[in-house]
């Protein structure tokens, strides 16, 4: 079933936008604080497009997801006793609950793993403004672990570039259900160990 192939030829053609840069922006900056998508699904598209253009799309959004850190970071600071509620209803406290484990056990490199990995990363700002992590620390663990993470992203992009794109397109539809059936594993065995 081809569905994942429509949809990428149609984020190659938003990468090529005028404004796409400031989407990206947006949505790196969103994603570190509150917005469950992260800014790779518009990052590979872009530093495909433009190969050229690759080291300034990983400032770009290493730049604008570090402040939405810093954002995500404020409203553990500020606002966790209003939030608490609402962060106990959704499927994210459990992960809170374990990034305060992580703090514990690992402090600020935790910021720098969940920066650079796949772990919803919004979840460990606003853990640290909770739990006051000192914040140049953070701020300097958000940007290694953040720039490091899109920086690789824009080099594989930059690197494969032309070539890359037809091996891509080809094996997207592929690539897109083995990454579906990935997180429904990873979820069921997530949910079987809670």
Known sequence: MRLFAPLYDRALRWARHPRAPRYLAMLSFAESSF????????????????????????????????????TGYLIGWLAFSAIEPWLRGTHYWPAYQQAV?????????AVFIAGFSPIPYKVFTIAAGALAMPLLPFALAS????????????????WGGARMEPLLRRHI?????????????VGAVWSGLR
């Open 35 to 70: 917005f469950p998508v992260p800014p790779d699904v518009m990052l590979v598209p872009m530093a495909l497009a433009q190969p050229q253009r690759a080291w300034s799309l990983a400032w770009l959004t290493t730049w604008a997801s570090v402040l939405g850190g810093l």
């Open 143 to 158: 940007l290694g672990g953040r720039g490091a993470r899109f920086f690789l992203v824009a080099a594989l992009m930059r």
């Open 101 to 109: 484990a992580v703090f514990d056990a690992w402090g600020i490199w």
């Open 173 to 185: 539809d592929r690539i897109g259900w083995a990454v579906v059936v990935l997180v429904a594993v």
